[in-house]
């Protein structure tokens, strides 16, 4: 058999290169979808819970890997090595998009999708323009995970291509996101909402991210408040149970139907009910008085989600502002870059919309 020409072999390659299509979404049930849509190309889903835990700058891929391993492994689905090669195997499948390729992005508005959108759109930052490849995203104003396969070639015939603009935008929302202190996070929504009014796809047939500004405030608003120390989630819940009793299920429900894009899991709730128990003031407890400790993993969790759960006395002076959850119980926890302890940490004034260093 003849050799095939070393010209003839290269064009080959590139076409084949062309004709890669990476379709990146926020987790199996929209991958599902697109796996039965028809579309043609491969799917990638991008699993992590970013609101959660620490979120150090992802310069040093190794080193981000595990302590994004060790604070995921927490769960107890998998060991933090287990996790961390993961995390590793899915960059590099990221990494493999090359310039001639297509990578679509599968997105909705809320926080959890909006992080994994900068972070992506971040490490295509860090390549050189003539080396990246054609970036495109869907216009969800919806959740995607419910959709029919039939409803995604819609979608993707509909997608809008990001600019170097738009990279650059959004790889400043990560650093800033990263970063040890939160500083930085209301210029960039200033800077997001200076770009265009839209908010929504439907808004404007040209605005191709509209829903990142209300995301980061979102984030923002996860740091205790000014007025008694709880966060935006904190004083859902607590809200919930001011009006009396119920199952952890019932509980979690309720909180959900206040946000206006769901982005908080079963298991993110279940340890933001845990650190408001388990202090040294526990604002919410179960009927018996003991701690709401999470379900333990790769069990039958439905005793848990059946646990009665009330607001203790302590938790009722909270809601009403006469005492302060951080004053009393101190604050250990991750935003991000951000390591909030009970030395160093940022307060959420509602009214003011801004940050207030404590």
Same mark, same amino acid.
């Given at each position: 058999m003849l050799a095939q020409p070393v010209g003839s072999r290269q064009h080959t390659s590139n076409l084949r290169r062309h004709m890669h299509t990476l379709h990146l979404t926020n987790g199996d049930s929209a991958a599902i979808s697109l796996s039965r849509s028809g579309l043609a190309g491969s799917i990638l889903p991008w699993r992590d819970v970013l609101h959660d835990g620490p979120v150090p700058s992802d310069r040093d891929r190794s080193a981000f890997n595990r302590a994004r391993g060790t604070?995921?492994?927490?769960?107890?689905?998998?060991?933090?090595?287990?996790?961390? %090669?993961?995390?590793? &195997? /899915?960059?590099?499948? #990221?990494?493999?998009?090359? $310039?001639?390729?297509?990578?679509?992005?599968?997105?909705?508005?809320?926080?959890?999708?909006?992080?994994?959108?900068?972070?992506?759109? %971040?490490?295509?930052? &860090? /390549?050189?323009?003539? #080396?990246?490849?054609?970036? $495109?995203?869907?216009?969800?104003?919806c959740f995607l995970g419910p959709l029919e396969p039939s409803s995604m070639p819609p979608l993707y015939d509909a997608r809008r291509d990001l600019t170097d603009e738009d990279v650059a935008v959004s790889a400043s929302a990560w650093e800033a996101f990263t970063a040890t202190t939160p500083n930085a996070l209301p210029a960039c929504i200033s800077a997001l909402e200076a770009r265009s009014a839209a908010r929504t796809y439907a808004d404007d047939d040209a605005v191709r991210l509209p829903h990142l500004a209300a995301a980061i405030r979102r984030m923002l608003e996860e740091y205790p408040d000014t007025k008694g120390g709880l966060s935006r989630t904190e004083r859902q819940i607590c809200e919930v149970l001011a009006a009396g009793g119920r199952t952890m299920g019932a509980t979690f429900q309720a909180q959900q139907r206040a946000e206006s894009w769901l982005w908080l899991g079963d298991m993110s709730f279940a340890w933001y009910v845990q650190r408001l128990s388990e202090c040294a003031q526990p604002l919410i407890v179960q009927r018996s008085g003991a701690a709401v400790i999470g379900p333990p993993p790769m069990t039958d969790a439905k005793a848990y989600w059946d646990r009665p759960v009330e607001l203790t006395p302590f938790g009722q002076e909270v809601l009403r502002g006469n005492a302060d959850h951080i004053t009393a119980n101190g604050i250990d926890r991750w935003y991000g870059g951000v390591h909030a302890t009970s030395s160093q940490y940022w307060r959420w004034d509602p009214h003011y919309h801004r940050l207030n260093a404590s």
């Open positions: 604070f995921l492994s927490r769960s107890g689905w998998a060991t933090a090595e287990a996790i961390a %090669a993961d995390l590793s &195997a /899915r960059d590099g499948q #990221l990494d493999a998009v090359q $310039t001639g390729d297509e990578l679509v992005l599968w997105f909705e508005p809320d926080l959890y999708d909006q992080l994994q959108l900068i972070q992506v759109l %971040a490490r295509i930052a &860090a /390549r050189e323009p003539a #080396l990246r490849p054609r970036i $495109t995203i869907v216009p969800a104003d």
